[in-house]
């Protein structure tokens, strides 16, 4: 299964954060709760059509346990994605260590390629991730290099997700943007 490689942003690419280049399109498995192997079936689809980036979270029930089935049965190589994970705010730094270890046992991967505090919603989230122990499972995180870059996905006011892009804490924010909600296309741009 050929995948584009992850050296040069090609066609079909575009930059993430200052990480490897990732597809146009993501596969989110968010709804991936049938079995591993209808997830296996969808990523198979995907990666024939060009689509490195996968995007996961422990939230999402059984994703990372099927996402790494199907990684495993495909026998597709680590180095021809680029997965996403997501950590929730609030948690102490042991907790925060421990789940991090159980997302890349769940995946089969040694290091992950992003890592997002999923849900920078809220004024306690972002003061979590800046200064509190996600700011220290962070710098742990990276400094262990078992995640290549660090950022966040929000749904909160535009002035909070401002402030965590401002911070300069983040290499990457995922945000929900769509056509009905201009207040947040000028924070797409700045980020």
Same mark, same amino acid.
């Given at each position: 299964?050929?995948?584009? @490689?992850?050296?040069?942003?090609?066609? $079909?690419? =575009?930059?993430?954060?200052?990480?490897?280049?990732?597809?146009?399109?993501?596969?989110?498995?968010? =709804?991936?709760?049938?079995?591993?192997?209808?997830?296996?079936?969808?990523?198979? %689809? %995907?990666?024939?059509? $060009?689509?490195?980036? *996968?995007?996961?979270?422990?939230?999402? $029930? /059984?994703?990372? +346990?099927?996402?790494?089935?199907?990684?495993? !049965?495909?026998?597709?190589?680590?180095?021809?994605?680029?997965?996403?994970?997501?950590?929730?705010?609030?948690?102490?730094?042991?907790?925060?260590?421990?789940?991090? /270890? =159980?997302?890349?046992?769940? *995946? &089969?991967?040694?290091?992950?390629?992003?890592?997002?505090?999923?849900?920078?919603?809220?004024?306690?989230? *972002?003061?979590?991730?800046?200064? $509190?122990?996600?700011?220290?499972?962070?710098?742990?995180?990276?400094?262990?290099?078992?995640? &290549?870059?660090?950022?966040?996905? @929000?749904?909160? @006011?535009?002035? *909070?997700?401002?402030?965590?892009?401002?911070?300069? +804490?983040?290499?990457?924010?995922?945000?929900?943007?769509?056509?009905?909600?201009?207040? !947040?296309?000028?924070?797409?741009?700045? %980020?």
């Amino acid at each position: 299964m050929p995948i584009p @490689s992850q050296a040069a942003e090609s066609p $079909g690419q =575009r930059p993430f954060g200052k990480g490897p280049a990732v597809s146009l399109f993501t596969l989110g498995t968010m =709804r991936a709760l049938t079995g591993p192997s209808q997830l296996q079936e969808v990523l198979e %689809a %995907a990666v024939a059509i $060009g689509i490195n980036h *996968l995007e996961t979270a422990p939230a999402y $029930g /059984q994703s990372e +346990c099927y996402l790494g089935l199907a990684i495993k !049965r495909l026998a597709i190589k680590p180095k021809q994605l680029v997965i996403t994970s997501k950590i929730l705010p609030g948690m102490n730094l042991a907790a925060a260590k421990e789940q991090l /270890q =159980r997302s890349l046992e769940r *995946l &089969g991967i040694t290091h992950l390629n992003n890592l997002a505090v999923h849900g920078i919603n809220l004024k306690q989230h *972002l003061a979590w991730a800046l200064a $509190g122990p996600g700011a220290e499972f962070m710098a742990w995180a990276l400094g262990e290099k078992l995640v &290549g870059q660090v950022g966040f996905s @929000s749904h909160g @006011s535009p002035e *909070l997700i401002s402030a965590a892009i401002s911070s300069g +804490c983040f290499a990457f924010a995922n945000l929900h943007l769509h056509l009905f909600d201009p207040l !947040r296309l000028p924070l797409a741009q700045m %980020a």
